[in-house]
């Protein structure tokens, strides 16, 4: 099986991050991983950029985490990919399938409800799904659920709960949505817990990776480094 991460941030894109890009690629190459896909915190999120700039300015900043990868991926032999981790007050969402170029054709975004905006994104092709749907965290309210406005859920969130998970797993079953997971990875090689998706053959490019989740062709793995 071909193992890829699906929820890696990075430094500089992601305040919270700890690892560069070139060090994030180096460790999933030495883990056997076939590539990546970095999803730093998007423009309504955790993102290092001064959120008062024009939005031109803003997406052009975000994808240069996903460019400075991508110009890396042949050195360090791991094939990377782009995707977004969009927030909602405390609550997130994984959007993998949109280019810099839809994003820059798509302001209006900034001004739509969440549930207007993940719309949006499904019916432009995107594939979304909820992150950690139970975290529980001091800057978090309340427990928000969107399962009409995603395709599938985090059942298993490398730094998260057992309880969280196990939570988000039966949300998961009960609405009928696409089981997934990733490690949300801030810490580069320090991570000790890992998950994503395995399938049988490689992955071409983001397009490729949306329709083979939407055909549940994806294989949840965990690893639990020493
Ligand atoms: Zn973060
Ligand atoms: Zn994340």
């Known amino acids: 099986m071909y193992l890829y991460e699906t929820h890696l941030h990075t430094l500089p894109t992601s305040k919270c991050a700890r690892a560069s890009v070139r060090e994030n690629l180096e460790f ?19 993102i290092s950029v001064d959120r008062r700039l024009p939005y031109e300015d803003k997406i052009n900043y975000f994808f240069e985490g996903c460019e400075e990868g991508k110009a890396l991926a042949k050195e360090i032999g791991l094939d990377v990919f782009e995707g977004i981790e969009s927030s909602y007050q ?49 800057y978090i309210d309340h427990i928000q659920l969107f399962p009409k406005v995603i395709h599938g859920v985090e059942i298993y969130n490398a730094n998260r709960t057992d309880f969280e998970n196990r939570q988000a797993e039966i949300f998961c079953e009960n609405y009928g949505l696409i089981p997934f997971a990733g490690s949300d990875n801030h810490a580069g090689a320090a991570q000790l817990h890992l998950g994503g998706m395995a399938f049988d053959t490689p992955l071409k490019d983001e397009q490729d990776f949306v329709a083979r ?12 480094r020493e």
């Open 28 to 46: 999933y190459k030495s883990l056997g991983y076939k590539g990546v896909f970095i999803t730093n915190h998007f423009i309504d999120g955790n």
């Open 90 to 138: 405390g609550i997130d969402f994984l959007v993998y399938g949109l280019s810099k170029e839809w994003f820059l054709a798509h302001p209006e975004i900034e001004s739509l409800k969440k549930s207007e905006e993940l719309r949006l994104f499904m019916e432009s092709g995107a594939l979304v799904i909820q992150a950690h749907p139970f975290r529980g965290s001091d």
């Open 213 to 224: 989740i939407l055909d549940s062709k994806g294989e949840i793995f965990k690893i639990v």
